[in-house]
């Protein structure tokens, strides 16, 4: 990813921004092609591998022990011209990505399987949600395991941007959020935050 020095983004923000964006793009080379699936990742806890499943009959379940490429969209928005002081600008994006490496292995462990699917649900199921996979009746869960195929990407680069108008005068900024917050869009808004949070 090309990332300018202003815009790269800092290790911690770097995991933070996987944590809030889990809901990945993952790509690989299968037979000279290039492959894409959407899914979510959970980062382990100790921050060196991505944890997932493929359904079963997904080919790029064959990128195991392969190189593979996981992004990461944050928020992103227009950023348009007419926000700046002067007329000589030009319209741009703001956004955050982060982009992941890293050797695919597919887990085989059932005790590891069930801890990582248990982890995918808690961490996406509602807090004040009614149900609970706990409950769920053992050969029903064992069934649809048959379905997937679990896996673990060990992290061998991680980049990140963050693409906030650092490019430009604090005027200029201060200008920018104050239009994105008379915006209704939920990416506008997390795209003020983080520019607010940027320059303090």
Known sequence: MYIPEHFKMETEFIYQSIKENPFSILVSEIDGEMIATHLPLLLSEDKQSLIGH???????KESFEKEVLCIFSGPHCYISPSWYETDRSVPTWNFTAVHAKGILTIVEDPEKIH?????????????????????????????????IVPFEIKITQLEGKQKLSQNHSLERRNLVIQELELLPGENERAIAKLMKDSIR
């Open 54 to 60: 493929f359904a079963k009959p997904n080919p790029q």
């Open 115 to 147: 801890k990582s699917l248990l982890a995918l649900v808690k961490r996406f199921e509602s807090k004040d949600s009614n149900y609970n996979v706990d409950f769920v009746d053992t050969q029903y869960i064992e069934g649809l395991k048959k379905g």
